[in-house]
C-alpha cells in the first residue's frame, strides 16, 4: 500500500547538535498517525522540514510516492503539507479572517477578494464543525479558539497532510476533546494526520499508529493496539519510567507562608475574575488549586504575584501584610514563579539561555562582583541550572529559541527554584514536558517541599494536583467551592465542585 507521507533516513544538525539523525516514518491517508520522543528526540526539527522552514541535510521525503524537495513553506503548502506549529504563529493585530486568508493563494482565483474568502472559509468551519468568530481580533480569542483559526488556515490551504505538534499542551481537557473530534474527522475525510503529544493518554486515545523517536533517531513504528503507556514511556527514554511519583508522607507542616484572607482580584473584560478567597499554605506544604481553566485560577496567581490589584482582603507572606506592596521583583519575597506561558511571561525570546537563567536575579549579590554582575559567577550559576535541571543545550550562549520547547521549561524551573522560594507559584510547571522529565520535575516539587517550603500548585492535569498536594481548593467562577486535604475528597465531590457545588468542609474556618 501506497503512503500519503514518506520520511526515508532524514538528518539535520544545527552545529554539533545532530537533532536529527536518521528519522523513518510511513503515515497513511485516513490515519492519525502519533510520534512520541522525549524533549530534545528532534520532533519539532521534523516538523520544521515537512513543513518547508528547514531544510534536511539528508534524505527523502515523499508525498503521495513522489520525492519531494520542500525548499519553502509555500512548496509544503503547495505538496499538501500544513503544519499547527508548537507555538502560535498568528498576526495578533488582525482578525481571524484576515489571519487565514494571510499569504494563502487559493488555487481558484487569481486575486484575494475576501468576500468569496470569508465564504469558502465559513464553509470549512461548517463541515468542520470548528465554531469561530471570524471578524473577532486575534488577541482577544482564546487559545482554543486561537488553534481552530491556525486549523482553517491550513484547511484553506487545501492540506491533505496535517501535521499538529503538540497541539494540546495549551488546552483545556475541553478544549481537547473538541480538538480531537476535528481530527476524528480529518481523518474520516481522507487526511494523513501527525500528531505529537507528551500525553501518552492522549495518543493511546487517539491514535492509530505510533512512532517513536529518540536522540533524533526512529526507534521504531507500531499499530496503537500493541502498545501501552508503559512501553512507549520506556521506548521513548530506553530505560523503564516511573509514570507516576507517589507523594510520601510529607513533613509535619510548619508556620504558614502564605495566608490570603477574602482576596478579591478584580479583572477587566471578559476574564474572570477572584472573590473572596481565603486558604493559607505552612512549610512544608502543596496546596493545590483545582478547577476547569478559566475559572479565575489566572486572577488569582496574579493577585498573589502583585501583577494585579487586590481590590480587598489580604495577602500575608510569612506574617507581613503585603497587600498591594508585591514588589514586581518579587523574588526579594522569596517567592518563585513558573508561569503557564513561558514564551510570554517566563522567557525573553531573543535572551540567551545565560541570559534567560538569571532573568529576575540581576540584583542578588551572589551573581555579582562589586557594583557588576560577574561573568564567571553567572557563567557558574548557568552551568548549575543546566545540570541540575538536565536542560539539553549546545551552550549557555545558544538563543532561548534554539531549545526544544520542553527544555525552555526546564530552564525556568531550574531558575525559579535556584535560591529555594519560601513560596513556588508552580503554574502548569509540566506543560510539554517529556514523560521522563514529568517524574523529575514532580520529584523536585515534593523535595521543595520537603526541605519546609511552601508550594501553589495551579494544573489543568487533575492526576498531577491529587497526586503532589497534601491540600486542594477548588475554584469555580472565580471562588473556592471547598478546600480541605486531598485524600478526604472523593473523584466525585471534587467534579461537583469543579461544577460549582458548595462543599461544606474546611472552609467553614476561615469564614
Ligand atoms: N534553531 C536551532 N538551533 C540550535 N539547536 C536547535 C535548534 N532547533 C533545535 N535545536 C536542537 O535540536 C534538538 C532537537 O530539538 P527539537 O525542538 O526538534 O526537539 P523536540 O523533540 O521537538 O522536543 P520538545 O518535546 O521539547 O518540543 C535539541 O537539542 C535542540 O536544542
Ligand atoms: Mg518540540
Not at 182 to 203: N, P, T, W, Y
Request: glycine fraction near 12%; proline fraction near 3%; include cysteine.
Amino acid at each position: 500500500m501506497s503512503y500519503a507521507l514518506q520520511v526515508k533516513g532524514i538528518r539535520k544538525a544545527f552545529g554539533s547538535v545532530k537533532a536529527n539523525d536518521g528519522i523513518d516514518l510511513a503515515v497513511r491517508a485516513g490515519e492519525i498517525h502519533a510520534i512520541c520522543g522525549e524533549n530534545g528526540a528532534g520532533k519539532s526539527t521534523l516538523v520544521g522540514q515537512l513543513g518547508g522552514m528547514l531544510q534536511p541535510d539528508e534524505g527523502e521525503i515523499i508525498i503521495g510516492g513522489k520525492p519531494e524537495l520542500l525548499v519553502s513553506a509555500k512548496e509544503a503548502s503547495r505538496a499538501g503539507i500544513g503544519v499547527l506549529h508548537q507555538h502560535f504563529m498568528l498576526v495578533e493585530a488582525f482578525t481571524a479572517l484576515e489571519n487565514i486568508m494571510l499569504g494563502a493563494e487559493p488555487p481558484s482565483r487569481v486575486f484575494l477578494d475576501s468576500r468569496g474568502g470569508e465564504k469558502e472559509v465559513g464553509e470549512i468551519c461548517r463541515k468542520y464543525g470548528l465554531g469561530l468568530d471570524l471578524k473577532a481580533k486575534v488577541s482577544g480569542l482564546s487559545v482554543g479558539a486561537q488553534q481552530r483559526i491556525e486549523i482553517i488556515k491550513i484547511l484553506y490551504r487545501g492540506a491533505r497532510i496535517i501535521i499538529l505538534d503538540e497541539p494540546t499542551a495549551v488546552l483545556t481537557p475541553q478544549e481537547t476533546e473538541s480538538l480531537f473530534a476535528i481530527m476524528r474527522d480529518l481523518k474520516q475525510g481522507g487526511c494523513a494526520v501527525l500528531f505529537i503529544s507528551h500525553k501518552l493518554k492522549e495518543v493511546m486515545d487517539i491514535a492509530d499508529q505510533v512512532t517513536v523517536i529518540r536522540d533524533g533517531r526512529t526507534v521504531g513504528a507500531w499499530p496503537i493496539r500493541e502498545v501501552n503507556e508503559q512501553f512507549l514511556a520506556s521506548s521513548m527514554v530506553g530505560r523503564e519510567v516511573a509514570l507516576t511519583v507517589k507523594r510520601e508522607e510529607g513533613v509535619v507542616p510548619g508556620k504558614p507562608v502564605l495566608e490570603l484572607q477574602g482576596l478579591t482580584v478584580k479583572t477587566g473584560g471578559l476574564e474572570q475574575g477572584a472573590r473572596d478567597i481565603s486558604f493559607h499554605i505552612c512549610e512544608g506544604e502543596i496546596f493545590g488549586v483545582i478547577g476547569i481553566a478559566g475559572n479565575g485560577q489566572e486572577a488569582l496567581v496574579e493577585g498573589i504575584l502583585g501583577i494585579r490589584k487586590a481590590a480587598s482582603g489580604r495577602i500575608v507572606v510569612e506574617g507581613s501584610d503585603v497587600t498591594n506592596r508585591i514588589p514586581k521583583d518579587y523574588r526579594t519575597l522569596s517567592i518563585g514563579c513558573i508561569a503557564s506561558d513561558r514564551l510570554k511571561e517566563g522567557l525573553v525570546k531573543d535572551f540567551s539561555v545565560k541570559d534567560n537563567a538569571y532573568l529576575g536575579y540581576q540584583r542578588y549579590a551572589g551573581l555579582r562582583r562589586g557594583p557588576f554582575l560577574s561573568g564567571r559567577r553567572l557563567a557558574d550559576w548557568t552551568r548549575s541550572i543546566v545540570e541540575n535541571y538536565r536542560v539539553k543545550t549546545e551552550s549557555p550562549d545558544t538563543p532561548i529559541t534554539g531549545l526544544s520547547g520542553g527544555n525552555q521549561q526546564k530552564l525556568i524551573i531550574g531558575r525559579e527554584l535556584s535560591l529555594s522560594p519560601k513560596l513556588l507559584v508552580a503554574v502548569q510547571p509540566t506543560r510539554g514536558v517529556d514523560v521522563g522529565s514529568i517524574e523529575f520535575i514532580h520529584r523536585n516539587l515534593l523535595r521543595h517541599r520537603n526541605q519546609g517550603n511552601a508550594v501553589l500548585l495551579v494544573s489543568q492535569e487533575l492526576e498531577e494536583v491529587l497526586s503532589l498536594s497534601d491540600r486542594i481548593g477548588v475554584l469555580c467562577g472565580g471562588q473556592l467551592m471547598g478546600i480541605g486535604r486531598t485524600e478526604d475528597f472523593t473523584k466525585g465531590q471534587i467534579g461537583l465542585m469543579m461544577a460549582g457545588v458548595h462543599h461544606k468542609g474546611e472552609a467553614a474556618e476561615y469564614a
